[in-house]
């Protein structure tokens, strides 16, 4: 069973920064995609960013790409979201997500989720 904890979330002003982190409980993490997700408030859930296995991969929803940065450590076993230039619209519910397909981007790809944690970011 693959848990995954979530970390680093809160509220920030507009154009600041946060760095969001996830652990991956399991012990054939280097064998998963991963990805962050994000749920702002009354709309669904969708795609931010997601990585390969090897981190060799990345792919970002064009509303954040140049501003944030997926990257993983398989020793570790953690993945992690460094948010830059943040904006009030990046307000949401941030989740990471494991999928043991190639598909990084479709939500339905994904298996497991963590609980979220909530970013604020105020103007």
């Known amino acids: 069973q693959v848990q995954l904890a979530e970390s680093g979330g809160g509220s920030v002003q507009a154009g600041g920064s946060l760095r969001l982190s996830c652990t991956h409980s399991?012990?054939?993490?280097?064998?998963?995609?991963m990805g962050w997700f994000r749920q702002p408030p009354g709309k669904e859930r969708e795609f931010a960013a997601g990585?390969?296995?090897?981190?060799?991969?990345?792919y970002y929803a064009d509303s954040v790409k140049g501003r944030f940065t997926i990257s993983r450590d398989n020793v570790k076993n953690t993945v992690s979201l460094q948010m830059n230039s943040l904006k009030p619209e990046d307000t949401a519910v941030y989740y990471c997500?494991?999928?043991?397909?190639?598909?990084?981007?479709?939500?339905?790809?994904?298996?497991?989720w963590g609980q979220g944690t909530q970013v604020t970011v105020s103007s």
């Open positions: 399991g012990r054939t993490f280097s064998s998963y995609s």
């Open positions: 997500a494991a999928s043991l397909t190639s598909t990084i981007t479709g939500i339905g790809a994904y298996a497991y």
């Open positions: 990585i390969n296995w090897n981190g060799a991969q990345t």
